[in-house]
Structures are given as structure tokens and as C-alpha cells.
């Protein structure tokens, strides 16, 4: 009896396109190098938050895409949202500022 392995080739052949494929940059999404970059900037930006004396609060979201940091969610005060576009402007790597953050009544 003998053993085929053309389908097993098949299948790591068909698996290391799609793989490969996936990290592919395209004209509508990030690179992989972009998106580890964005990923960075994303950890470094909640890390300051949760530093600062007037910030520390889990309610804020952060997102980053090319560099340009987006916050969302609730704060106290419109001094704290003030601040937390401060705090992100800190940051390197942070092209710029998207404060979405809501002001609680």
C-alpha cells in the first residue's frame, strides 16, 4: 500500500497562501508593520491614562488606526476631557487626537 501525500501538500500549500495572503498590506487597511505600530501606540496611550492622578479611570476606550488615537466613553468632568487629549498628545507616535469622550450630566 502507498501513501499519498498530495493532499497533505495541497493543504500547506492552500494554508501558506491564505496565511501570507492575510498579512498582505491593501489600499484599504494597514500593514502589518502599521497595525503592530498602532497596537503599541494603543498600550502605551491607556498605560498614561490610568497614570495620570487626574485620569485614572477604566471608562475611557482607546483605539488607534495610522497613528491617529481615538477616545471614547464616559469621564466626570470637562476637565478630564481636556486632559486626556493632553495626556495622548504625549504619547510618541501619536499623530493626532480624536476625543469622542461624553461628559457625564
Known amino acids: 500500500m502507498r501513501l499519498s501525500f498530495k493532499p497533505l501538500a495541497t493543504a500547506i500549500a492552500l ?3 491564505l496565511v501570507f ?3 498582505a498590506e491593501t489600499h484599504k487597511s494597514e500593514s502589518t508593520g502599521q497595525y503592530l505600530d498602532d497596537t503599541g501606540i494603543t498600550s502605551k ?3 498614561k491614562i490610568l497614570q495620570d492622578d487626574q485620569l485614572k479611570v477604566l471608562q475611557i476606550g482607546v483605539s488607534t488606526y495610522k ?3 481615538q477616545l471614547s466613553g464616559f469621564v466626570d468632568t470637562a476637565a478630564m476631557k481636556t486632559r486626556a487629549t ?3 498628545k504625549s504619547v510618541e507616535g501619536v499623530e493626532s487626537v ?3 469622550l461624553v461628559v457625564k450630566p
Do not use: L, P
Open 15 to 17: 494554508g501558506s497562501v
Open 21 to 23: 495572503g492575510a498579512c
Open 45 to 47: 496611550v491607556k498605560a
Open 67 to 69: 497613528g491617529v488615537v
Open 86 to 88: 493632553q495626556v495622548v
Open 98 to 100: 480624536e476625543n469622542d
